[in-house]
């Protein structure tokens, strides 16, 4: 069974500073890691998707990085600003194509 | 990217009651939609898988008699909350998997407060 676990649970920094995300998972046949933002009380917004096949992604300042055989996605923000403060959730797709698991995120938050 | 709606956002409704949320994939077929509840401070739990034309599979633990899908069109599925409890208060999210390349679509969600 898959189990995503996200570090650390809660991050608060300055603006401008560069940050990262960490998401570990246990089952390493996954067939692709997608990074989410969710603002309090709304959907998911789909950030960054990496196939099996990647090893990163990135989408302006965002870069997203897998490792299988660590088990291991990290998602980092250059130059954060206070609109990227959301919670963060990484979520990893497996067992037959079907199963997304999700991480209980990190909620970040940016101080301007 | 492809689009899927959620229909409620929002919706309040008293203990004993039903109601009905619909997951909706707007630029594609989608033979399989997942239904997930997010309870305060938790992470999103898949709830059932809905098929197209068929019976959906749900998670242990899910009770299918309390949490009826029906996915009657390859664009269409629909969660029916039955006898509405406080407990049943959640973040219900749907996807929709478009198979070509594989990617699950996320709808932005329906908040469910049950007085």
């Known amino acids: 069974k898959q189990e995503v676990t996200q570090i650390p649970a809660a991050l608060s920094v300055p603006e401008g500073e560069n940050l990262v995300l960490n998401c570990s998972f246990t089952?390493?046949?996954?067939?692709?890691l997608q990074w989410f933002r969710q603002d309090p009380g709304k959907g998911l917004t789909s950030l960054l998707l990496i196939q099996s096949s990647q090893r990163e992604q990135t989408s302006g300042r965002l870069n997203a990085s897998l490792d299988k055989s660590s088990g291991r996605s990290t998602l980092y923000i250059a130059a954060s600003q206070p609109g990227d403060s959301a919670t963060y959730l990484c979520a990893g797709l497996s067992g037959g194509y079907q199963k997304v698991t999700f991480g209980i995120g990190t909620k970040l938050q940016v101080i301007p | 990217g492809a689009v899927v709606s959620q229909h409620p956002s929002r919706v309040i409704c008293k203990s004993g009651t039903s109601v009905k949320i619909e997951c909706r994939s707007l630029?594609?077929?989608?033979?399989?939609m997942f239904w997930y509840r997010q309870f305060p401070k938790q992470s999103l739990m898949l709830m059932a898988t809905s098929n197209e034309g068929s019976k959906a599979t749900y998670e242990q633990g899910v009770e299918k008699d309390k949490f009826l899908i029906n996915h009657a069109s390859l664009t269409l599925s629909t969660l029916t909350v039955t006898s509405a409890h406080p407990e049943d208060s959640s973040f219900y999210i749907c996807?929709?998997?478009?198979?070509?390349?594989?990617?699950?679509?996320f709808g932005p969600g329906t908040r469910l407060t049950v007085t």
């Open positions: 996807s929709a998997v478009r198979v070509t390349p594989y990617e699950q679509y």
């Open positions: 089952d390493s046949a996954i067939y692709n």
């Open positions: 630029d594609f077929q989608a033979t399989t």
